[in-house]
């Protein structure tokens, strides 16, 4: 399995751009999540989805959207790029919110980074 | 507020040697607590997860306890190694109508030095 995939792995925007950063996984994961964590700050949660079809905002969904027409694809758009958006950014899986401990562990891609000035 | 707060901000240690990382939560009520371990431009990693009824956990040189009645959770490293320098992140998970939302830590940078 390649687990949580992302791409980019960099990115520069100009201010007003838009780009959708993607995000895969291949376990079969009913919920995925977008992050972002800028310096010295703990990851913020943005958007996550709970299946296909299910979409849900989080802590800081301002200036995001987000889709899920699949079980494995969980893509993030910026319509129009700020600099506030500079940040990395993290895509996780998980199975569920069943009890059981596997159900909470939650797989990170390994981030894009995106600049936008 | 909840909020999880760790420290040291950043620690330097010599290989080999032990080090034990510390974390204060306020996040109520609460789920589960998870430490994970940031490698430098990588997504983070779980370590341990520990439920309320947990009180330690181990992960091979890891080993993490929880108090659940201070909110107070530590994680020791023994016999530290070059390959342990990263930011180990402690998250704190509460059960909510949505599902489980996380609480993330801003991690305490460990370097490991010869």
């Known amino acids: 399995n390649a687990g949580v995939t992302q791409t980019p792995k960099f990115r520069i925007l100009k201010i007003g751009q838009s780009m959708t950063l993607q995000c895969a996984q291949d376990?079969?994961?009913?919920?995925m999540y977008w992050y972002r964590q800028d310096p010295g700050m703990g990851l913020k949660l943005i958007y996550y989805s709970v299946g296909a079809g299910i979409t849900d905002k989080g802590e800081v969904p301002n200036g995001y959207n987000v889709s899920r027409s699949t079980t494995e694809d969980f893509p993030l758009r910026l319509e129009l790029a700020a600099p506030s958006q500079t940040s990395v950014y993290f895509c996780?899986?998980?199975?569920?919110?069943?009890?059981?401990?596997?159900?909470?562990?939650?797989?990170f891609g390994p981030g894009t980074r995106l600049t936008v000035t | 507020k909840n909020q999880v707060e760790q420290s040291p901000q950043s620690l330097i240690i010599l290989e080999g040697k032990n080090c034990t990382l510390q974390c204060n939560y306020t996040v109520s009520p609460f789920s589960n607590l998870r430490w994970y371990k940031q490698d430098t431009g990588r997504g983070p990693v779980s370590l341990t997860i520990?439920?309320?009824?947990?009180n330690t956990k181990s992960n091979g040189r890891y080993t993490a306890t929880l108090d659940a009645d201070t909110k107070q959770s530590s994680l020791h490293i023994t016999a530290s190694q070059l390959s342990d320098s990263a930011s180990y992140i402690c998250v704190v998970t509460i059960l909510t109508g949505g599902g489980n939302k996380l609480t993330f830590g801003t991690g305490t940078q460990l370097k490991v030095e010869l």
């Open positions: 996780a899986s998980s199975l569920g919110t069943i009890q059981g401990k596997a159900a909470y562990e939650q797989y």
């Open positions: 520990m439920t309320f009824s947990e």
């Open positions: 376990m079969n994961h009913n919920y």
